[in-house]
């Protein structure tokens, strides 16, 4: 039985290429993609989610570790895709409307990815119109939205609202995050979640899709 620990550890340690070969040599040993994927990148994603909320991690860390999960992603998902293994959830994520900054929005994102879903990555100036696509010819579950200036925020309301004349406010939950952003914010909009950080925006989404 491969060491899924080990690869858990070179994810959280930043090992990059550990991380490809050790992903290689337990799919070689016919450990099934589900296990490598929950055991090796999720654990391994779990724990820098964990460290970066105490403090003991900060963002270069956790990029490095996102490098190495994503090199271990790369081998994996064909893998993934061959044995059905879907998703826990999709997620379209994206800074809103007139913002541009993206260093938050993306590391939310490879740690959503770490956390097992799946990513429909919008990018930055995001209008409601392109969430709406993703939900409807993507099959996005969750929407994700992100922004870091307070002159942006009101754009985060024209998206539920938008999702709401489309008819799909129903379909999807909406989780929001940035600097300016807080969970009173949130209410006000009709938005399902917040997150203060990446790691607790994987906790959020997890317990907004009911998953484990």
Do not use: C, W
């Not at 550990?18 to 724990?47: C, H, I, Q, W, Y």
């Not at 809103?96 to 770490?114: Q, T």
């Not at 203060?196 to 906790?203: C, E, F, G, H, K």
Request: hydrophobic fraction near 45%; glycine fraction near 10%.
């Amino acid at each position: 039985m491969p060491d899924l620990q080990a690869l858990a550890d070179a994810i959280i340690n930043g090992k990059r290429d550990d991380a490809k070969s050790l992903t290689e040599e337990a799919l070689a040993e016919g450990t099934s993609p589900e296990a490598v994927l929950n055991e090796g990148l999720v654990a391994g994603m779990s724990v820098v989610g964990e460290r970066f909320k105490n403090n003991e991690f900060y963002v270069p860390e956790v990029l490095i570790a996102a490098r190495a999960m994503k090199a271990s992603m790369e081998v994996l998902q064909p893998k993934l895709i061959e044995s059905g293994v879907e998703p826990a959830a999709k997620v379209a994520i994206g800074t809103v409307k007139g913002d541009l900054h993206d260093i938050g929005k993306n590391l939310v994102a490879m740690m959503l990815e770490g956390g097992g879903f799946g990513i429909i990555d919008l990018s930055v100036d995001v209008a409601p119109e392109r969430f709406i696509e993703a939900i409807q010819s993507e099959g996005a579950q969750v929407v994700a939205m992100s922004a870091l200036l307070t002159t942006t925020m009101p754009a985060m309301k024209d998206t539920i609202t938008a999702l709401e004349e489309a008819g799909l406010r129903d379909r999807v939950k909406v989780i929001i995050g940035g600097a300016p952003v807080t969970q009173k914010y949130a209410d006000e909009i009709g938005a399902d979640g917040y997150a203060p950080d990446a790691a607790s925006a994987v906790d959020k989404t997890r317990e907004l899709i009911g998953a484990s």
